[in-house]
């Protein structure tokens, strides 16, 4: 199998690899994401999460499987990436307040010697409460909105800002591991 290797310094994404267990090195991909589009399709992330995977291979030296990956926030078939700035972040809450929306993780599994590919998609869905103005500049000011999509990450919401969801909260978080170990 050789080494694991995951494309991406997310804090998160390694945080959940080290719960399960995983042993891994992290190589970020020096890949660069099309922010430009809006219309999500499985199909556009997964190649998103195959592209960071296949990036890192000039960069290993021995066999290893590379974890790519990448989160979506969807709404209204809308893609909801990383805010720009600390007023995307609250138009973007606000546009969440009150509603249901997607969140898609895929994950593309590469490895190194014969550059072939496993991927899946995840989709789980959170309800936001009806939030105030005052309980997003909150959030925007005491936590980090600038570096998730959607300018939120549930494992830090505050009570009162989550109404609920349902399917995977690693997934939600940015990397189901069930889903990884099906692709390794």
Do not use: C, W
Request: zero cysteines.
């Amino acid at each position: 199998m050789g080494k694991i290797i995951l494309a991406s310094s997310s804090p998160r994404r390694q945080d959940l690899l080290k719960k399960a267990k995983y042993n891994f090195e992290i190589i970020p991909s020096p890949y660069i994401e099309d922010h430009t589009r809006t219309d999500f399709s499985y199909e556009f992330i997964e190649t998103l999460a195959a592209n960071k995977a296949l990036a890192v291979i000039p960069l290993v030296k021995e066999p290893s499987l590379i974890i790519g990956a990448d989160t979506v926030v969807v709404l209204d078939n809308k893609i909801l990436g990383k805010p720009e700035g600390k007023q995307g972040a609250y138009e973007m809450l606000k546009k969440l307040s009150g509603k249901t929306h997607s969140v898609v993780t895929s994950i593309a599994v590469a490895d190194s010697k014969t550059k072939k590919i496993r991927k899946k998609s995840t989709t789980s869905y959170v309800t936001f409460e009806k939030l105030t103005d005052e309980q997003i500049k909150n959030y925007i000011d005491n936590y980090n909105p600038l570096d998730k999509a959607g300018s939120y990450g549930i494992q830090e919401m505050p009570e009162g800002y989550i109404k609920s969801f349902s399917g995977s909260l690693e997934n939600i978080i940015g990397l189901d591991t069930s889903v990884l170990k099906s692709l390794i």
